[in-house]
């Protein structure tokens, strides 16, 4: 069985693109519904620590998929992707999930239709 993880970044908590949603509820409704092997929430993972945390968490990791509900999908491989170079993580194994201008249900809804591949 594939091992999941999901992350989620709402721009540092201020940005009024993630005002709508409980971020602390969209991990904890996808945490209760099983659908991954672990979550956490990162203020900005664009950021210089964000790539440290990348690289930390993903090299030698056993993750063989990684959801992250952030900006826009493009945007995040373009700036994950030194990140994930350095960890050996292959950028195709990236599921990147829009959740901008979304409230708490409408978020983990997206995020969990990515998830089952629906
Ligand atoms: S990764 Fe995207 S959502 Fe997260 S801080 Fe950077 S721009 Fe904002």
Redesign the pocket.
Known sequence: MANKGLLL????GN?PS?QKMNIFEVGNAIRRDRLIDYMAI??????KD?DVFLTSLLKGNSTDELY?G???PT??TK??RDAFEAAGFDMDHLHAVEI?NMDTEQTVAAIEKVIKGE
């Open positions: 970044c709402v721009c540092q940005c993630f990162h203020p900005q993972l664009c950021s964000g992250i952030a900006c826009d945007m995040q700036m994950f901008r």
